[in-house]
């Protein structure tokens, strides 16, 4: 059985950059649906599930061993927004410190250069998905191309697709999806994500995840 994850903060506290009516429709009926719909599939067994998937019983397991379908896309989608809540902080914006920072520094010159690249790219992220801060792994192709795993990357993907599934460790994430904004800021997505990068972005969690990576 899968649970909602609670929020990390009331539902009210990131108002008014985003609004409680936005959280409670995002949060109550997107990621809870996602969550009931992946319960349904999970009870019901079967080729669906697919061969090795979550065999040690964690979700992220669930989503690398799923493969294409309707388990692997809501799994993904119920781990993708309790990322994304965590990205934000009522407390959020600034700049890392750190060995975060100084990972940042290494892959892209400088923070500011690092807000460019997601503001960018989640501009230009077309149709719905999520744009990523993400940690390479020892196989990805660009990590080869600058000697090695272990460096920084901006990375998009559509719909519900994860980073985990290429063996990328996401620090933080911005959801594109229209839900996740049109109330507050309708069509205006840059409008959006400068919010998100100037008053939202949680960099403890990136940079707590940043450690997790580093002794994994």
């Known amino acids: 059985m899968i649970e909602l994850p609670p929020l990390p903060y009331p539902q009210d506290a990131l108002a008014p950059h985003i609004s409680e009516r936005t959280i409670s429709y995002h949060y109550g009926k997107h990621h809870a649906g996602y969550v009931a719909n992946l319960n349904k599939l999970l009870a019901g067994g079967g080729a ?9 019983g964690s979700l992220e397991a669930l989503i690398v061993g799923a493969g294409a379908g309707a388990v692997f896309n809501n799994a993904a989608q ?6 994304y809540w965590q990205s934000m ?10 060995e975060l920072a100084a990972a940042i520094v290494d892959s892209f010159g400088s923070v500011d250069a690092l807000r460019a690249e997601l503001t960018a790219k989640a501009t230009g992220n077309f149709g719905s998905g999520w744009t990523w801060l ?4 020892s196989s990805d192709s660009d990590a080869a191309e600058g000697g090695g795993g272990g460096g920084l990357a901006v990375v998009n993907t559509d719909d519900g697709d994860n980073p985990l599934t290429v063996g990328q460790q996401p620090l933080l994430t911005i959801d594109v999806w229209e839900h996740a904004y049109y109330l507050d800021y309708q069509n205006a997505r840059p409008a959006y994500i400068a919010t998100f990068l100037e008053r939202l972005i949680n960099w ?13």
């Open 89 to 98: 902080s009522p407390d959020g914006g600034g700049d890392p410190s750190g």
């Open 134 to 137: 993400v940690r390479l792994g």
């Open 78 to 83: 119920v781990w993708n927004h309790t990322c």
């Open 204 to 216: 403890d969690f990136a940079a707590a995840n940043y450690a997790r990576a580093l002794q994994g």
């Open 48 to 56: 669906s599930v697919g061969a090795g998937a979550g065999s040690d």
